[in-house]
């Protein structure tokens, strides 16, 4: 009676997750591969992601990470009928066989191998209980049932594929020799093997998939993104945007993107008839290089991609701005496919302002109205033998109005600024550090400004700060923070934070927490401090799908972090939200509320100001927690003091500001 009571009067609030979750975005494009457990149920490889399809009742089941799998790049893979298993590979050689109800064991004996030898995995064929894996060194045995490599023999070629035909292992390398071995021979014994003379006809059954069954199966492919490769994200309202793939040099499906998050629902903004294309007059419609959103006009979407601007609404084609329809130069004089606007932001009026890279005149910085309106910006820092900077990225307003960007390119790496209020331009590109020492900055990758109104960059040797009383100073007068953080191992010596690693992207929460991403090293998250390393999430202790990170985003409502890395999108579900100016009591709520007996995560009270005071206790007052809100948020373990969980009944959230001024009151309901 008491759960029917408190879920009416606290009924749940939908929330996208628990502080601490991870979520994976896993992308669907061309199928790959297609593995059939029965008629009608299929298991199907895209981008290296599995999914199973049941035509019989149209039920889609996808794999992940977070199912059990180990990696999240499959590179082949094959259903045993015998052990009911399919076995995967990944492109660093890892395993998985998994059973028809997702349980996944991991074969890492090859994956953890020390050999001089190639690993890398061509294909995979079935006999028996047995997977033959075909390597670049020779050939693997693999015993499904036992979940244990039986055999593995050094061929000194790659193999492509192999078949068991009456009582023979055969191997068709990659020089065109087709060697064999008596199946009760030593395989792993490398003279035992010898050369085939005989047909090659059927011996080795073709893998492509059936174009029949990859059109229907495709139809049933889970919705996601179409690729795995993010480039630049913003979130803005409740929706991701996105532009997927490398910038200028990619090919493929790097289409914009649109993630609807309430809804958990991607749009991608495609180009099947080829109307678009047809507008631009360029060689292709793919190379998109950044987005933006236009907020005084909904639905209003930009994105400028290797050719020029293109301009959306409600997700439909509205126009394209190129060399031939407005000022952007391009890269190579008279070719309309090197205009390279790498860097754009859309400021509150609407004007998206962009940086056109390495064009032929010198001039980069652009200005389009929102009633159509062409500016140019010129100014001499932004000029390096006689084009414009090379690589202009990740651009963005700060709190003061100043329109920030940075040059990820060797020739003039450097933070660059332009303020629209007064005209003036800056160059930041020499990096001395407090210790009057020449930082060795070769790329300065991305951008980011803190609560304090701070500049931070991430460069390929750490990241540097930019502090607010020095914007504006003389480019070449200006010393950086490199932030050091003390040893505290009974000495006065300290090290640069995070020196040394390549920081490719960077992102401030709503505790003012920065979240540094690296190529290599996964995610750094450093307190307000500057100096505490809250987190440090690898492939290897999270769930992030791979350590290479390539763009961030956060949702500053929810705490949600997006991260972006080469083999796909995943989230974290952060702490922090963005802090509130005022406190309401309609702004101020808990989720999940009621906490339900099977819950065990934490409670999140939102909507909260910077540096809150919470206080929690029980209905006749007695303190149970309390603490300070981190960014917007407050999270509670439904402990008390002693870390006990807490009895029954109704809890009091009892808020202040951070000077102390009586806030507001909120309600928790735990039943146990």
């Not at 015998?82 to 395993?95: F, K, P």
């Not at 090293?521 to 390539?550: C, K, M, P, R």
Request: aromatic share 10%; glycine share 10%; charged share 20%.
């Amino acid at each position: 009676m008491i759960i029917n009571i408190l879920s009416a009067l606290f009924p749940i609030m939908a929330m996208a997750g628990s502080v601490g979750e991870w979520k994976i975005y896993s992308a669907y494009g061309e199928i790959e591969q297609i593995d059939s457990v029965a008629k009608g149920d299929y298991f199907a490889l895209s981008l290296g992601n599995v999914y199973r399809v049941n035509e019989k009742d149209w039920s889609v089941t996808s794999y992940n990470r977070l199912t059990g799998m180990s990696g999240a790049d499959v590179s082949c893979m094959a259903w045993n009928a015998v052990s009911r298993s399919l076995v995967m590979v990944y492109t660093d050689s890892n395993i998985d066989i998994m059973d028809l109800e997702g349980n996944v064991t991991n074969v890492p004996d090859l994956y953890h191998k020390t050999t001089t030898l190639d690993k890398t995995i061509n294909g995979i064929d079935v006999a028996g209980r047995d997977a033959y894996i075909s390597t670049a060194f020779g050939v693997v045995r693999l015993d499904t049932k036992e979940a244990l490599i039986r055999e593995s023999c050094n061929l000194s070629k790659s193999v492509r594929q192999t078949s068991v035909r009456d009582g023979y292992l055969y191997a068709w390398c990659s020089d065109g020799a087709i060697m064999r071995i008596a199946i009760s021979d030593n395989m792993a014994d490398h003279t035992r093997w010898t050369a085939y003379g005989g047909s090659a006809a059927g011996l080795f059954p073709s893998k492509t998939p059936d174009k029949a069954l990859v059109e229907r199966i495709g139809k049933m492919r889970p919705d996601g993104p179409q690729q795995p490769y993010f480039g630049e994200m913003r979130v803005v309202g409740k929706r991701l945007y996105a532009v997927l793939g490398k910038g200028w040099d990619n090919r493929g499906s790097d289409v914009p993107h649109v993630y609807d998050i309430e809804d958990d629902k991607w749009t991608a903004y495609t180009d099947s008839d080829g109307k678009i294309l047809a507008q631009t007059e360029l060689s292709d419609y793919n190379n998109f290089l950044c987005i933006d959103v236009d907020k005084s006009h909904p639905g209003r979407v930009l994105v400028t991609g290797r050719g020029g601007l293109y301009e959306f609404k409600d997700g439909e084609f509205v126009k394209f701005y190129g060399m031939n329809n407005s000022p952007l130069p391009s890269a190579v004089a008279g070719n309309p496919n090197y205009v390279l606007p790498s860097a754009m932001k859309v400021d509150d009026e609407g004007t998206a302002w962009m940086f056109a890279s390495q064009s032929a005149n010198g001039v980069g910085l652009f200005s389009l109205s929102s009633s159509g309106e062409w500016k140019s910006h010129e100014y001499d820092g932004w000029i390096y033998n006689s084009v414009s900077l090379a690589h202009a990225r990740c651009m963005f307003f700060d709190s003061g109005g100043r329109l920030w960007w940075c040059n990820n390119h060797w020739w003039k790496p450097s933070l660059n600024c332009y303020d629209p209020k007064t005209g003036q331009g800056y160059s930041y590109d020499t990096f001395l550090n407090e210790d009057l020492n020449t930082v060795e900055v070769g790329n300065v990758r991305c951008a980011a400004e803190d609560r304090e109104g701070n500049i931070w960059i991430g460069t390929n040797v750490g990241p540097l700060m930019l502090e607010r009383e020095k914007i504006g100073t003389e480019e070449d007068q200006v010393v950086w923070n490199q932030v050091k953080v003390p040893r505290n191992d009974g000495t006065n010596y300290a090290d640069y934070l995070l020196a040394g690693i390549d920081i490719t992207s960077v992102a401030i929460d709503g505790a003012d927490r920065k979240w540094f991403g690296s190529d290599g090293n996964g995610v750094y998250v450093i307190g307000s401090d500057n100096i505490t390393q809250e987190h440090h999430f690898t492939s290897a202790n999270s769930s992030l799908l791979s350590d290479n990170i390539s763009a961030m985003a956060i949702d500053s409502s929810s705490g949600e972090v997006y991260i972006g890395t080469v083999k796909g999108l995943c989230s974290y579900r952060s702490d922090a939200t963005e802090p509130v100016t005022e406190m309401s009591k309609d702004d101020v709520y808990a989720f999940p509320n009621p906490v339900t007996p099977d819950y065990r995560g934490t409670v999140t009270v939102t909507g909260l100001s910077y540096d809150a005071d919470v206080k929690i206790t029980t209905a006749n007052g007695t303190l149970v927690a309390q603490g300070r809100s981190n960014g917007g948020s407050f999270t509670w373990d439904c402990n008390d003091l002693q870390g006990r969980r807490v009895a029954t009944g109704v809890y009091m959230v009892c808020i202040a500001t951070s000077q102390g001024e009586s806030g507001v009151v909120a309600k928790i309901a735990v039943i146990n």
